[in-house]
């Protein structure tokens, strides 16, 4: 079945450590998005990218970097510089354009030990 | 973007229609109105979408008023499995160099409790 998977569901991080969420995707999407989701609130975008080799920032982008080296895949990486990063993370791919919907994977929950 | 406005909570009873309302009132003339839900733990499921004719698929119905400041989303016969959080959403469209994205914003939902 076609889907989008993201690995590991669980993450703990330790204090100045990096680390760093993966996400695939067998869909063919060419665009591909990572939000944040704290309890009891909405999404927010950190980054996305609409096709290989390019990526933007979103609204929360700081303590975070990516990489858009194949079609299929969309990897997050947590920094040391980023203070808060204990959340749910969830990763989203759509064939692009203005109008088709984004389908998520069932995200990443990170912690700090 | 354009702020959706959702109540906190509904009940509905199972085998009934559960009607879901939301306020958009800023909306632009080319902004889409997106419905997704989210249960406990998992990734937000995509249900419907559409920009001023009403719309319906398998899972629900969308129903946009005719101004397009508010919507409604339409669980004909609700389920147990349909108890989950239920967001409204207006796509935000980015652009950039090498094309254009949209950026889906959030709120807080209404979260559904289906009943027995």
């Known amino acids: 079945d076609g889907g989008i998977t993201q690995s590991p569901k669980y993450l703990f991080r330790k204090e100045g450590q990096n680390v760093t969420l993966s996400c695939e995707q067998n869909?063919?999407?060419?665009?591909m998005y990572w939000y944040r989701q704290d309890p009891g609130q909405g999404l927010r975008l950190i980054y996305y990218?609409?096709?290989?080799?390019?990526?933007q920032k979103g609204d929360i982008a700081e303590g975070y970097s990516v990489s858009r080296e194949k079609k299929e895949s969309f990897p997050l990486t947590v920094t040391s510089a980023q203070k808060n990063p204990t959340a749910f993370y969830l990763c989203a791919s759509s064939i692009g354009g203005l109008v088709q919907p984004q389908h998520f994977g069932d995200g990443t929950r990170l912690s700090i030990l | 973007d354009a702020k959706t406005t959702q109540p906190p909570s509904m009940d509905c009873a199972e085998g009934r229609a559960a009607n879901l309302p939301c306020n958009h009132s800023?909306?632009?003339?080319?902004?889409?109105v997106y419905w997704y839900r989210q249960i406990h733990s998992q990734g937000p499921q995509y249900i419907i979408h559409?920009?001023?004719n009403n719309e319906t698929n398998e899972m629900a119905s969308l129903i946009i008023t005719e101004d397009r400041k508010s919507s409604t989303l339409i669980l004909p016969h609700a389920t147990l499995r349909d108890t989950a959080v239920y967001y409204c959403?207006?796509?935000?469209?980015?652009?950039?160099?090498?094309?254009?994205?949209?950026?889906?914003?959030f709120g807080t939902g209404t979260r559904l409790q289906v009943t027995l």
């Open positions: 990218s609409q096709i290989v080799n390019d990526f």
């Open positions: 559409g920009l001023k």
């Open positions: 959403i207006v796509r935000f469209n980015l652009q950039h160099n090498t094309g254009t994205a949209s950026k889906l914003t």
């Open positions: 800023t909306i632009s003339g080319n902004e889409y």
């Open positions: 869909l063919n999407h060419d665009a």
